[in-house]
């Protein structure tokens, strides 16, 4: 069975950084796209950032230029790193999955931007 676990969230500084981390299990081979949504507290869950089995990474507006996305696939981990922090970053960030015509979620992990 796939499972997605998200790790790395907790409470920073604005400007400062986090790593998430997504570790994926059961996945089967072949092509695939990976991508981390949030959640703010009472808003909708939003897209920020997807990257595919080609290694080719896309970003929403809010992430370009301060967040990276890569997949190390020799370790099946998702990451998503976030520099520069805003207190608009305050959400919980959900890892997914889209392959073999199923998606998958991880059950998120809160990021917290606070001074």
């Known amino acids: 069975q796939v499972q997605l676990v998200e790790s790395g969230g907790g409470l920073v500084q604005p400007g400062g950084s986090l790593r998430l981390s997504c570790a994926a299990s059961?996945?089967?081979?072949?092509?695939?796209?990976m991508r981390w949504h949030r959640q703010a507290p009472g808003g909708q869950r939003e897209l920020v950032a997807s990257?595919?089995?080609?290694?080719?990474?896309v970003y929403e507006d809010s992430a370009k230029g301060r967040f990276t996305i890569a997949m190390d696939k020799t370790k099946n981990t998702l990451y998503l790193q976030m520099n520069r922090l805003k207190p608009e970053d305050t959400a919980v960030y959900y890892c997914?999955?889209?392959?073999?015509?199923?998606?998958?979620w991880g059950k998120g992990t809160l990021v917290t931007v606070s001074s």
């Open positions: 059961g996945i089967a081979y072949g092509w695939y796209v």
């Open positions: 997914n999955l889209d392959g073999g015509g199923m998606h998958y």
């Open positions: 990257i595919s089995s080609d290694d080719s990474p």
